[in-house]
């Protein structure tokens, strides 16, 4: 294959783990996204918001993307902006890791990192509005915003969710992935609504945040989590919500980079240990798809650096046979996610969500390419 860089995004192979998904159960399959040229899931939706945009006519030759971000989403912007000629600035925040800020860096990106908490004792509204502040003052300033663009879900309702459901051959059981901004599970929870209806859609949260209802307190997991709900999911097509302690997300994660030779980031270590679950009460003729966000190498200093897990007080190892346990010993915090949905109406204009992405969100889903759940108010001029 010749292509540039950008055209390797997408068509991620599906991985078996033989060591530690048993013969007489269902069969987990590892959606790999760290294949992608940026090293993970996010080139799929920055590629699909920058192209866009461009041909919107919002983000012109010149032009400088503004966005913020954990790390991942910044990355592939980085990338794809170094790749396209335009600045990129990413706000970022202290869970950010030293390997995701020297990565925005080499691509030539300039980061900003944002240290104020918001009142869910996150960053995310901090860093929002003040990226949304930036794009106000830079001229020829674009936002991609993956957290109120549903252009967001779309990319994987295009790409992942049918390259997840041709490669299963209609034994598609469960799809289990993280949530954040829910590009991910929103596209491709609609995507499975309509064109495989059986399979059980699961997401999974960090024990700390609020997407699924619930209280906000700080974790540590990257990547992961929300103060409210995003309105890149509709919740009714949700079947079951999980969360997941950082230390159950980081010692999985750690026991499949020993015992499967697979290195994975803690979102992953989340979703693995809930896709072990599924598979205990499944046959051998069922698949689960477990989405794995993006590979190790991000959380090499933290994760997979014992010092660091003894600071943040959490054992270093578990065999798989402990994670196999620690799987079987967890309950769903939701089957009926719809009903503690955490909608947040008002969010998009005390955030001052830019008017252009109001007006396109209006756009799609009036022609039915966003869903028409609670959070629809947020799009009616
Ligand atoms: C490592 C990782 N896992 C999971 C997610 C959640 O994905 P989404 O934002 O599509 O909900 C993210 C998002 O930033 C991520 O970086």
Request: overall charge negative; some cysteine; glycine content about 10%.
């Amino acid at each position: 294959m010749i292509s540039t860089i950008l055209g390797t995004i997408g068509d991620t192979p599906l991985i078996t783990i033989p060591n530690s998904n048993r013969k007489d159960e269902g069969q987990v399959l590892f959606k790999y996204e760290r294949y992608n040229p940026g090293g993970s899931i996010k080139d799929r939706a920055a590629m699909y918001i920058i192209e866009e945009a461009e041909r919107r006519g919002l983000l012109k030759p010149g032009g400088t993307i503004i966005e913020s971000s954990s790390g991942n989403f910044g990355i592939s912007l980085a990338m794809i902006g170094a790749a396209k000629g335009y600045r990129v600035i990413i706000l970022v925040d202290p869970k950010t890791t030293s390997s995701n800020l020297a990565l925005l860096k080499s691509f030539g990106a300039e980061v900003i990192v944002v240290t104020e908490k918001d009142d869910c004792g996150s960053y995310h509204k901090t860093r929002i509005s003040l990226a949304n502040k930036l794009a106000r003052e830079i001229d020829n300033a674009y936002r991609p915003d993956q957290c109120f663009n549903l252009l967001n879900s779309e990319a994987h309702y295009k790409s992942t969710a049918r390259e997840i459901v041709d490669a299963c051959s209609g034994r598609l059981k469960v799809f289990i992935t993280a949530v954040s901004t829910g590009g991910q599970l929103g596209g491709i929870s609609r995507y499975l609504k309509a064109f495989a209806p059986e399979v059980q859609v699961i997401g999974v949260d960090a024990v700390g945040s609020a997407i699924f209802g619930g209280h906000s307190e700080s974790y540590r997991i990257p990547g992961v989590g929300l103060g409210w709900t995003p309105v890149n999911v509709n919740m009714e097509l949700v079947d079951c919500a999980y969360k997941i302690t950082d230390e159950q997300a980081f010692l999985t994660a750690r026991a499949f980079a020993r015992h499967e030779g697979i290195l994975i980031g803690p979102s992953s270590g989340a979703c693995a240990l809930v896709a072990l679950k599924a598979a205990q009460s499944l046959g051998p003729d069922d698949r689960i798809v477990c989405m794995i966000a993006d590979g190790g190498e991000r959380y090499i200093h933290t994760l997979f650096n014992d010092e660091w897990m003894e600071q943040q007080g959490f054992a270093t190892y578990a065999d798989m046979t402990t994670i196999r346990s620690m799987a079987a010993q967890l309950e769903p915090w939701s089957e009926r996610p719809a009903s503690q949905a955490n909608y947040q109406g008002e969010l998009a204009s005390s955030l001052e969500v830019p008017d252009s992405t109001l007006r396109m969100n209006a756009e799609l889903m009036a022609v039915g390419r966003g869903h028409s759940g609670q959070a629809s108010s947020l799009y009616i001029d």
